[in-house]
């Protein structure tokens, strides 16, 4: 499968969940970073290498019955620094 033009992998997404998730989940999930926000809702940030993985994850928050709010690709040249910093990479 080709990528959209302008899009590289892995892609930064951002996903926006109903609730608090406890920062515990972080790990279930694979690496990426929780972010409880101030309207009630979680903020997970991930680095997805393809869109098989990004189905995994997606199958995680359907499995553990939470409500997806938003699903964003985020820009590679602004987020793959801070994500990387998530995950205690460089």
């Known amino acids: 499968m080709t990528q959209p033009p302008g899009r ?3 892609t930064v997404y951002l996903l926006r969940v109903d609730g608090h998730l406890d ?3 972080s790990s279930w999930f694979g690496e990426l970073r ?3 926000e101030d309207d ?3 903020s997970l ?3 997805v290498s393809d869109q098989a993985e990004l189905h ?7 499995d553990l019955g939470i409500t997806l709010i938003s699903l964003e690709a985020l820009d590679m040249t602004t987020t793959v620094p801070a994500a990387r ?3 205690g990479t460089t």
């Open 85 to 87: 910093r998530a995950r």
């Open 56 to 62: 995994g994850l997606l199958a995680k928050i359907r």
């Open 23 to 25: 920062p515990h989940w």
């Open 40 to 42: 009630g809702t979680t």
């Open 34 to 36: 929780l972010t409880q």
């Open 45 to 47: 940030t991930a680095v």
């Open 8 to 10: 590289t992998s892995p």
